[in-house]
């Protein structure tokens, strides 16, 4: 949750190569978006309560700007804000406090608004499946939920505690979280996609007889 932003060598890792401030903001994630030329994404939040997604520009080592941006409570923190990049960079989803949404990656711009989040959602992690067609999100509301990345539909919900952290494995079959389904006993988590759509479906079947 740093300051400044760290550019490393990768030969050595001696000592940063370069540093960017992050404009009085906390930087909290990055990533590399290759659309054409190399640019960094950083998630900040800064000091007034405003959660942003900037663009780097590494041949001019400056921050480009803002993405996209929230406003939260003034002062406040934000438990959860995250972004991630779709494989071949179709898409970013963004999340944070009380939204997530998807960005064209070239245009920066809103595709698609998610829905039915609840007023307490908060985003921790967000992540897409190795085909880009699933992405999970995890974060303080307790809850993690799957969704279909090109209609926004919500697939499956799950309860469960201290979610910090949700990774797709390589194959795309397993689902990765931190948390716990009791209180008191920190896991890690394995899920079986597959099986979660299915128990989701018979769920769906039998509240509509």
């Given at each position: 949750m740093a300051?400044r932003?760290e550019?490393?060598?990768?030969d050595s890792f001696?000592?940063?190569?370069r540093v960017l401030h992050?404009a009085?903001g906390?930087?909290?994630k ?10 960094l994404?950083?998630s900040v939040i ?5 959660i942003?997604l900037?663009?780097?520009?590494l041949?001019?080592?400056?921050i480009?700007?803002?993405?996209a941006?929230h406003?939260i ?26 939204f997530?949404?998807l960005?064209?990656?070239?245009s920066f711009?809103?595709?698609?608004r998610f829905?039915?989040l609840?007023e307490?959602f ?8 190795p085909?880009g ?5 995890c974060?303080s ?7 279909d990345a090109s209609t926004?539909?919500?697939l499956v919900e ?5 979610p910090?952290?949700?990774?797709f ?7 990765a ?5 009791r209180?008191?006993?920190p ?5 079986d996609v597959?099986?979660?759509?299915q128990d989701a479906?018979?769920e769906?079947?039998?509240d509509a007889?």
């Open positions: 300051s932003i550019l490393w060598p990768t001696a000592v940063p190569d992050s009085g906390r930087a909290s990055l990533a590399f978006l290759n659309t054409g030329s190399d640019t994404l950083a800064d000091r007034r309560g405003t942003r900037r663009a780097v520009d041949d001019k080592d400056t480009t700007g803002d993405i941006h406003q409570t003034d002062g406040a923190d934000c438990y959860g804000f995250s972004f991630d990049v779709s494989p071949r960079n179709q898409q970013i989803a963004l999340g944070g406090c009380g997530l949404v960005l064209d990656p070239r711009q809103i595709t698609h829905t039915g609840g307490d908060q985003c921790q992690v967000v992540s897409f499946s085909d067609r699933l992405l999970v999100s974060g509301h307790h809850t993690l939920r799957l969704w926004g539909e919500l799950r309860e469960y505690f201290l910090i952290n949700v990774a494995s390589p194959d795309g079959q397993t689902i979280s931190t948390g716990s389904l209180k008191g006993s896991s890690v988590l394995l899920w597959q099986a979660l759509l479906r018979e769906a079947r039998n007889k």
